[in-house]
């Protein structure tokens, strides 16, 4: 088992930036792949950005190109996200998930969860 804990979301006003962290835990030699998600009310869950546990290949949703950086820090465990010019449309409760398999973009393919971090952007 893999344990995913966030934090970093808050409120922000648009133009804004925040950094959200995911603290792994457990099994982490069994992770592949992990990636944030994010899920607005009444909407489904979204990729946003992946990476390979080990560092290497990054993929972004068109949506956050330009604007968003994915890392990892596996000495520390730890996958971030740095968000720069944030929109009211990037309000959602943002997660982290992890993956055994390769990286995929849907959501159902992974195998691990954390709980969530709400970001909040302000016109």
């Known amino acids: 088992q893999v344990q995913l804990v966030e934090s970093g979301g808050g409120s922000v006003q648009a133009g804004g930036s925040l950094r959200l962290s995911c603290a792994a835990s457990?099994?982490?030699?069994?992770?592949?792949?992990m990636g944030w998600f994010r899920q607005a009310p009444g909407k489904e869950r979204e990729f946003v950005a992946g990476i390979r546990w080990t560092g290497g290949s990054i993929y972004y949703a068109d949506s956050v190109k330009g604007r968003f950086t994915i890392s990892t820090d596996n000495a520390k465990n730890r996958l971030d996200l740095q968000m720069n010019s944030l929109k009211p449309e990037d309000t959602a409760v943002y997660l982290c998930?992890?993956?055994?398999?390769?990286?995929?973009?849907?959501?159902?393919?992974?195998?691990?969860w954390g709980q969530g971090t709400q970001v909040t952007v302000s016109s």
């Open positions: 457990g099994r982490t030699s069994s992770v592949n792949a």
């Open positions: 998930a992890a993956r055994r398999g390769i990286f995929n973009v849907m959501s159902g393919q992974y195998d691990y």
